[in-house]
């Protein structure tokens, strides 16, 4: 549509989300709670807008820090799922959808997380003026091959994307540049503010960037081992090898969890990483089985930066404590 933003008339693989989201079969209970909501938040628009801060809405917990990073004081941030909830299977509730229509801009990952495949839709339905952001325009998506096994799909492929681009500082130094193009869309009038704040964000997450893989330069052993997939960005950045229980993001089955402990056991990985988002009985069976140990490691934190370089941490002693073994 000429006229429009660049980012925002490209549209974002969104509109094609919100094209199949519009046809998937929504939620009974969710179906309710949206007639409700509706009809609740008809009212309530009017009397929220006495907030002059700018209502930024959000998926997972890491984009609260980069709205903030960017909008200052100037910004409300909303996040949709909530400490401890896995972004794979959680459903909003009746008064986060009340929220969001004090939201004037919804920055979605874009990257086909299954909330935002099964609600976002309905939730743009609730408050059609809202600013939907991709965050992952111009995000290379690494193309994962789907295992499904059992009965119904015996031994069946399938491709789609690895979902967890929040987890490279690369990438997210491109999704917090859409956000800032959002904000500025929104705001224009404080275009310089949220631009430098923007910069010295950027400038933060290279300097991280750098020293990682400085880091990562001198391991020799560069596998890790852990129950869920979300490593594999942080993988490509940094030239290690991720291998997971949880193939493909399916489940655990036995023949995935004995590739790990002989990827381990070849590799002297003695330690096997877990997201406190889920349970985990795959990872304490992959430790016992090695004669490990279970380490946590939090893929959704909203101090993001001081996370990262948590996760560095974790992840640079796991691999050097392999090459002494
Ligand atoms: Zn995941």
Do not use: A, D
């Given at each position: 549509m000429p006229g429009m933003p660049e980012w925002q008339n490209k549209n974002f693989r969104g509109k094609n989300l919100i094209m199949t989201l519009s046809c998937h079969k929504l939620y009974l209970p969710t179906a309710i709670m949206l007639v409700v909501t509706l009809l609740a938040c008809a009212g309530c628009k009017e009397n929220n807008t006495s907030s002059d801060k700018l209502g930024v809405c959000v998926?997972?917990?890491?984009?609260a820090e980069w709205v903030k990073a960017i909008g200052g004081d100037k910004v409300d941030v909303t996040v949709m799922i909530p400490p401890g909830a896995s972004p794979h299977v959680y459903e909003p509730t009746a008064s986060q959808m009340k929220a969001?229509?004090?939201?004037?801009i919804y920055a979605a990952?874009?990257?086909?997380i299954e909330f935002e495949l099964n609600f976002l839709g309905k939730l743009l339905e609730i408050n059609p003026g809202i600013l939907l952001v991709d965050c992952s325009q111009g995000v290379q998506l690494i193309e994962v091959e789907e295992h499904q096994h059992g009965e119904e799909h015996p031994d069946e492929h399938n491709n789609s994307y690895d979902p967890h681009i929040w987890l490279s500082l690369t990438n997210t130094g491109i999704m917090a540049t859409n956000i800032c193009n959002g904000i500025v869309a929104t705001d224009p009038d404080n275009e310089e503010y949220y631009k430098q704040n923007l910069n010295q964000y950027l400038n933060e997450l290279d300097e991280m960037h750098q020293t990682f893989k400085q880091g990562f330069s001198n391991l020799v052993n560069r596998v890790f081992i852990i129950?869920?997939?979300?490593?594999g960005y942080f993988a490509r950045d940094y030239g290690l090898i991720q291998i997971a229980a949880e193939e493909g993001g399916s489940d655990a089955t036995i023949q995935s969890m004995v590739n790990v402990i002989e990827q381990a056991k070849q590799n002297q990985v003695k330690i096997i990483f877990v997201s406190p988002q889920f349970p985990p009985n795959v990872a304490d069976a992959v430790a016992r089985e090695i004669e490990g140990t279970v380490e946590p490691l939090d893929t959704l934190a909203e101090n993001y930066c001081e996370n990262m370089q948590n996760i560095f941490d974790l992840m640079h002693g796991a691999m050097a404590a392999s090459q002494t073994t």
């Open positions: 998926s997972i917990l890491p984009q969001m229509t004090n939201s004037e990952v874009g990257s086909g129950q869920h997939p979300s490593m």
